[in-house]
């Protein structure tokens, strides 16, 4: 079972959500790095799987995912999810920082 929640974390209705995720208000941020040939995107989903609020963990209702920089290159090349809109863009910074310095190596060329 799936709950579902609003952009501070509160629990809502489907048809809530579902307003909330057809807006632009669920687009947080998005980084392009040129240099490494992808982009970073970091969005509410406002859905947390029944394993997360089971096991005592915050519900998890925002995600950061690298992409190829190329439209016709939507494999993901890395996702990670955060309880907090504070959480996700702090997340986001240092996920921007590590691919820039290094520190995060991903299995992408941007000579595919």
Known sequence: MTDF????GNLVSYETW??????????????KIPEKGVKVSTVWIGLAWMLEVEEGGKPL???TMVFGEDKDDWDDLGCWRWASKEEAMA??????DDIRS???VLEHSSDD
Do not use: M
């Not at 997340?91 to 921007?96: C, L, R, S």
């Open 102 to 104: 290094g520190v995060l």
């Open 61 to 63: 209702i925002f995600e």
């Open 91 to 96: 997340g986001h910074q240092k996920i921007v």
């Open 5 to 8: 929640y609003d952009l501070e």
């Open 18 to 31: 579902a307003r909330i995720f057809a807006s632009d208000d669920r687009f947080l941020i998005g980084t």
